[in-house]
């Protein structure tokens, strides 16, 4: 296990189930339960401040070097520093990728998922197999509607709102397809989010792959981005 470089500036305090950041532009923190916690950030530093305090191990910077868009590196880097801090430990565990892409924490059986959009960062933590997804609300979606929206989703995208819905859907079926995590799933066959409650904020997932499987969904919009997100039962 690396040991993170630490700055007596940059702490994580929990007392009493609350977190304090003291520097990082955290958007959002929700404890889920005891085991489970989910954090939103604004990267705002620039690659050399993270590179300065992560010390990736060579398969994490194989990684990114492969990632040539600056905004996209800094929002890989964030979402990794993020990873650490919703951790509380003192060293960092390397975050790795299995052979079917799903990251892990290496050393670790905690479960993470992460996701990133335009400046965000999102970091699921839990003890159970989880999916977040977050995404800034853009028209663009449309030009890919029909490879994620089947006819059952169709017939409850609200007239009004159908910006909003699909991007709902996009994010829970990029939920679900994380917490499935085996690649090679038809999200318009194999993936449905049925109606929601619009109200609650949240809806049931459906996987329909080897063997059905269904899910809670949650999501909050937060300006013109959405977050949605998914955490598997105890058995």
């Known amino acids: 296990m690396r040991r993170l470089k630490t700055y007596s500036s940059n702490h994580l ?42 010390d990736l191990v ?19 880097l964030g979402a990794r520093w993020l990873l650490h801090y919703l951790g509380s430990g003192e060293s960092r565990q390397p975050c790795l990728k299995d052979t079917f892409g799903k990251p892990y924490l290496q050393g670790s059986s905690t479960e993470i998922s992460i996701s990133h959009s335009n400046g965000k960062a999102a ?42 819905d699909l991007h709902l859907i996009w994010g829970a079926k990029e939920a679900l397809y994380k917490i499935y995590s085996k690649k090679k799933v038809d999200f318009c066959k194999e993936l449905e989010i049925k109606r929601p409650d619009f109200e609650s904020q949240k809806a ?32």
């Open 58 to 76: 060579s398969e994490e910077e194989e990684a990114l070097d492969k990632i040539k868009a600056t905004a996209k590196r800094r929002e890989w």
């Open 13 to 54: 305090d929990y007392m009493t189930n609350v977190i304090t950041f003291s520097f990082m532009p955290i958007s959002l923190y929700k404890k889920i339960d005891e085991v489970t916690a989910l954090g939103v950030w604004d990267v705002t530093e620039a690659e050399t401040w993270f590179l300065q305090r992560l």
């Open 123 to 164: 970091v699921l933590r839990s003890r159970q197999p989880a999916g977040i997804d977050i995404q800034k609300r853009v028209k663009k979606i449309y030009r890919i509607k029909h490879k994620f929206v089947n006819a059952k989703e169709e017939k409850w995208l609200r007239p009004d709102h159908i910006l909003s």
């Open 204 to 235: 049931i997932g459906k996987i329909y792959k080897n063997k059905d499987q269904t899910y809670d969904i949650h999501y909050q919009w937060m300006g013109d981005f959405i977050l949605v997100y998914t955490v598997a039962q105890k058995h």
